[in-house]
Nanobody
């Protein structure tokens, strides 16, 4: 069965960096679209970035600061986050789906989700 396990979250000061990882198993990783979402308390879950093979798309709020990448040999998805801001604080989730249906930054596209990793950015 599909399993996604995030890691790499933590607490950092504004302007700092973190790299999140998502270890995938139970399916052919290279065949799937992958994405990162985040959800802050009291807010809806929002798409941060998604990746096909090499094509990537970012939300406006993180473009230029975050980089999504994948290592198909390691079955791992990454999110490099630079110049972090307090508003980036949230639970971060990775998501996967075999088929493209609609927007890659839409929750409805993804059938598989990890449990999340917390990112806290202090000012």
């Amino acid at each position: 069965r599909v399993q996604l396990v995030e890691s790499g979250g933590g607490s950092v000061q504004a302007g700092g960096s973190l790299r999140l990882s998502c270890a995938a198993s139970g399916y052919t990783f290279s065949d799937y679209y992958m994405a990162w979402f985040r959800q802050a308390p009291g807010k809806e879950r929002e798409g941060v970035a998604w990746i096909a093979t090499t094509l990537t798309t970012y939300s406006h709020s993180v473009k230029g600061r975050f980089t999504i990448s994948r290592d198909n040999a390691k079955n791992t998805l990454y999110l490099q986050m630079n110049d972090l801001k307090p508003e980036d604080s949230a639970m971060y989730y990775c998501a996967a789906n075999r088929f493209l249906r609609g927007s890659g930054l839409s929750q409805s596209m993804y059938d598989y989700w990890g449990q999340g990793t917390q990112v806290t950015v202090s000012s």
